[in-house]
């Protein structure tokens, strides 16, 4: 490996030729932040969001999955925390002036909280070719044996607040899926939209990635007849098992 270290749902960012990787809690940070130039080296820094607001529970190892947006010359991070109130898992928003923070927020309440769906995780932003911002994250309905969708949300040009009413994209009805899809992220290519994301038990061997293809950043979405197309590998050869993408 590159980071030898427990360092969970990784997302990365590009500034001015530096990568920034945040990763869900551990070593006692809530948001971990990592600093590399090369992708390769990278150097563990101090926790980007050290302070949570008033409605998120402390300590139990509940901050997931972060994932940050430069949006003039201010960085938006989306995480995930246990709402106090819900006792559920949901998402909040933060800022800060610097990738490497520290990520503020004075927020009463989270930003995204589905509680009659399980709550709400994996929040993912994208910025479509005409500036327009979105939001993907997934109702966390495997908490509570319901099913899961993908969603997407409009938001504001300074990315603090949604537009308009959410839409279910993708949810977990195909085998290889198991009982959740989650971890959204859209990618624009040519002239198509393409929705990647992760299904069934994350520790286990049917773990494995898929995508759908969408006519918009707000689908319709249409799953991939090649689904799963990154999936857990058998041990072969001596070499162990390798499970969980």
């Given at each position: 490996?590159?980071?030898r270290h427990d360092f969970p749902?990784?997302?990365?960012?590009?500034?001015?030729?530096?990568?920034?990787?945040?990763?869900?809690?551990?070593?006692?940070?809530?948001?971990?932040?990592?600093?590399?130039?090369?992708?390769?080296?990278?150097?563990?820094?101090?926790?980007?969001?050290?302070?949570?607001?008033?409605?998120?529970?402390?300590?139990?190892?509940?901050?997931?999955?972060?994932?940050?947006i430069e949006i003039d010359d201010?960085?938006?991070?989306?995480?995930?925390?246990?709402?106090?109130?819900?006792?559920?898992?949901?998402?909040?928003?933060?800022?800060?002036?610097?990738?490497?923070?520290?990520?503020?927020?004075?927020?009463?309440?989270?930003?995204?909280?589905?509680?009659?769906?399980?709550?709400?995780?994996?929040?993912?932003?994208?910025?479509?070719?005409?500036?327009?911002?979105?939001?993907?994250?997934?109702?966390?309905?495997?908490?509570?044996?319901?099913?899961?969708?993908?969603?997407?949300?409009?938001?504001?040009?300074?990315?603090?607040?949604?537009?308009?009413?959410?839409?279910?994209?993708?949810?977990?009805?195909?085998?290889?899926?198991?009982?959740?899809?989650?971890?959204?992220?859209?990618?624009?290519?040519?002239?198509?939209?393409?929705?990647?994301?992760?299904?069934?038990?994350?520790?286990?061997?049917?773990?494995?990635?898929?995508?759908?293809?969408?006519?918009?950043?707000?689908?319709?979405?249409?799953?991939?007849?090649?689904?799963?197309?990154?999936?857990?590998?058998?041990?072969?050869?001596?070499?162990?098992?390798?499970?969980?993408?």
């Open positions: 490996p590159v980071f749902d990784p997302g990365v960012i590009e500034v001015d030729g530096t990568y920034y990787a945040y990763a869900t809690n551990a070593a006692g940070r809530n948001v971990q932040l990592a600093r590399s130039t090369d992708l390769v080296e990278w150097e563990l820094m101090r926790d980007a969001l050290p302070a949570l607001p008033s409605w998120a529970q402390l300590g139990g190892s509940f901050v997931w999955a972060p994932e940050v201010t960085y938006v991070l989306y995480y995930t925390a246990r709402d106090k109130e819900a006792d559920r898992q949901c998402i909040g928003v933060a800022g800060s002036d610097s990738p490497e923070g520290p990520f503020q927020s004075s927020a009463e309440e989270p930003f995204i909280c589905q509680v009659e769906e399980g709550g709400s995780i994996d929040a993912s932003p994208f910025r479509d070719e005409d500036g327009t911002l979105y939001l993907y994250w997934k109702n966390d309905g495997n908490c509570c044996s319901m099913t899961t969708y993908l969603y997407a949300q409009e938001l504001a040009p300074d990315g603090l607040s949604l537009v308009g009413e959410p839409v279910q994209l993708v949810q977990n009805d195909e085998f290889w899926e198991g009982g959740v899809v989650e971890a959204p992220t859209m990618w624009q290519h040519d002239d198509g939209y393409y929705l990647f994301f992760s299904a069934n038990s994350y520790a286990g061997f049917d773990y494995a990635v898929g995508y759908a293809t969408c006519e918009s950043p707000m689908g319709p979405c249409q799953d991939s007849p090649d689904n799963p197309i990154l999936a857990s590998a058998r041990a072969s050869d001596g070499k162990p098992p390798i499970i969980g993408p």
